[in-house]
């Protein structure tokens, strides 16, 4: 079997390719690879943002593999150490990601897309949650789904499995762009390089402050990072980028961000 990732690294970009013929469909070993592939651009220092993607034109990914669940995989398996996917529980993942939707994007796929910061998506691009339809729940989907467009549409998508194209999905602001199909990857890229030159450890600071906030009040949010509680925000305040930013600024330059 050939491997079902793929990934291309240019500079501090990795760009991660799903690639599981013939519909990118997500079984208990790839689910790993993804974990490993993404833990290590998590950790690598010299990688700064990701993209991640599906082979071909017709599919992103439909999720969960049915035909490997059939022969054995089982639904509460150990899809490893990002769980689902390998990046929708991805502890300490402080790195933009962004999802370039190619096609069919549904169930544990668009889950798989909400784990992302940024999605963009080509105007063919197609989405659902038809997991009520196989009888079972889009758990992560159920989590997040209320959180990021309107409850009584995320209901409806989550209640009734139903298809919806790239004019709804960014209508209800689901997705950030939407572009052809042909020049989704390059405007993926053009994305991906503009974070790239930004501040690295402000990046950090914002994804664990983001994620830090999401349950909390407003006061006790702004008390842990005033009081330097969040590790991010703590390196941020003691890092040489700080200073390098207020230097920059004074003297009319573009920073210097190295990270530390």
Not at 11 to 27: C, M, Q
Not at 81 to 108: H, S
Not at 207 to 236: C, G, H, P, W, Y
Request: charge should be negative.
């Amino acid at each position: 079997m050939t491997n079902p990732i793929t990934t291309r690294r240019d500079g501090a970009i990795l760009e991660v390719t799903l690639d599981r013929p013939k519909a990118n469909a997500i079984d208990l070993a790839t689910s790993k690879i993804m974990g490993d592939v993404f833990a290590d651009f998590r950790d690598d220092p010299d990688l700064r943002v990701a993209i991640l993607t599906g082979a071909g034109e017709k599919f992103f990914c439909p999720g969960w593999d049915l035909k490997a669940a059939a022969d054995g995989d089982a639904v509460d398996g150990d899809y490893g150490v990002g769980g689902f996917g390998g990046l929708q529980e991805l502890r300490d993942m402080n790195k933009p990601v962004i999802a370039a939707v190619n096609g069919i994007c549904c169930g544990g796929g668009l889950e798989l897309a909400l784990s992302a910061d940024i999605i963009l998506a080509a105007d063919h691009a197609t989405f659902a949650l038809p997991e009520i339809r196989s009888g079972t729940v889009a758990d992560a989907a159920s989590v997040k789904l209320p959180k990021r467009i309107p409850y009584h549409i995320a209901m409806e998508l989550l209640l009734t499995g139903r298809w919806f194209d790239t004019s709804e999905a960014l209508g209800w602001g689901l997705i950030n762009h939407v572009h052809p199909g042909a020049d989704l990857m390059d405007r993926a890229w053009d994305m991906a390089r503009l974070l790239a030159s930004g501040p690295p450890l402000v990046y950090a600071a914002i994804k664990e402050v983001v994620r830090d906030a999401e349950d909390a009040k407003f006061q006790d949010a702004m008390n842990r990072i005033t009081k330097r509680q969040l590790a991010s925000v703590d390196r941020l305040y003691s890092s040489e980028d700080q200073l390098e930013g207020a230097r920059a600024f004074a003297e009319k330059r573009d920073p210097v961000w190295k990270g530390r």
